[in-house]
């Protein structure tokens, strides 16, 4: 049986005209094109080429040989230009969600990431509340979905994504704005702009305070940590956020503090159990993993 090398060598005998030719095509050397000639010529028993006017041509018994290599090289060919489409992302189409503390500045960022391996690929990007994240892979909405939070569920797996913490902001001008690191008692001293505590991000905010035995009130409450943002930035108070929410803010628009006590969370990507992601959801979670670890400083 011939081999796919074999096959380029004798059409670009065929093609040259020489044996020298053919080296220039294949970019080989000249020996190596020899060697494969007379094995080949061996091996079928049949002469492939003979010389006319300084130059190879099929020898009669080959004729039939070189047609079936050019249908042969064609479909080679068809075949390497659908990997490429493949490649490129063309005809697909990737499907994701995430929540909102994820989707505002860590998902455009891994998007822009397999955009650049996969510029053809046209993709479905959704945000939803972490609560929609069952229904959205179980109705197959989308190959997976982005979580702050791990879920529970017998037909889904989540795997863990990246580590975050939180962080304290606040207006520019604000006092605290001034300070390296604040602590849960410099944060209560000043209205509190935040999330519902029962988020998991308001959670681990609540769980600051109360382990330091802190009152605090939150005096605007909103539900999306954009929304916090803007209202900071009008100085109607100090909020905690998570530091992927926060990742694109400037520090003219809004100062961010560390905090002293310990915040650190898990993020996940959910999946169905019986279902293998593409290698499209399978780019896009590695560039993902790295816009996140990179904005957590880890």
Not at 24 to 43: C, Y
Not at 87 to 101: C, D, H, M, Q, Y
Not at 124 to 147: H, N, P, R, T, Y
């Amino acid at each position: 049986m011939l081999t796919l090398r074999q096959i380029e060598v004798i059409r670009a005998v065929m093609v040259a005209g020489s044996v020298a030719g053919a080296a220039r095509m294949l970019n080989v050397a000249q020996p190596g094109v020899s060697r494969t000639m007379k094995h080949l010529e061996s091996v079928l028993g049949i002469k492939l080429f003979v010389r006319k006017g300084g130059r190879y041509v099929p020898s009669p018994e080959a004729r039939t040989l070189f047609d079936l290599l050019q249908d042969v090289h064609k479909k080679l060919g068809d075949l390497q230009f659908s990997i490429n489409q493949l490649e490129r992302g063309k005809g697909a189409e990737l499907s994701i969600a995430s929540v909102p503390s994820i989707a505002n500045v860590m998902v455009p960022r891994a998007i822009a990431g397999v955009h650049a391996l996969h510029p053809d690929l046209r993709i479905s990007f959704d945000v939803i509340k972490l609560e929609d994240a069952i229904d959205f892979l179980l109705l197959e909405k989308g190959e997976l979905a982005v979580m702050s939070y791990r879920l529970e569920h017998p037909s889904l797996t989540f795997e863990p994504l990246a580590r975050g913490h939180l962080v304290c902001i606040t207006a520019p001008g604000h006092p605290l704005a001034q300070q390296k690191m604040v602590k849960a008692a410099d944060i209560v001293n000043y209205p509190l702009i935040g999330i519902d505590p029962n988020d998991p991000f308001g959670g681990i905010m609540a769980g600051i305070f109360a382990r330091e035995g802190l009152d605090y009130e939150i005096a605007i409450r909103a539900r999306f940590g954009t929304t916090v943002c803007a209202l900071v930035k009008q100085n109607l108070g100090v909020a905690v956020l998570d530091i992927f929410t926060v990742a694109d803010m400037r520090s003219d628009e809004i100062a961010v503090i560390p905090i002293t006590e310990e915040t650190t969370f898990q993020t996940f990507v959910g999946m169905r159990k019986d279902a293998a992601l593409s290698s499209y959801a399978e780019n896009f979670v590695a560039q993902l993993k790295l816009a996140m670890q990179d904005a957590a400083g880890r």
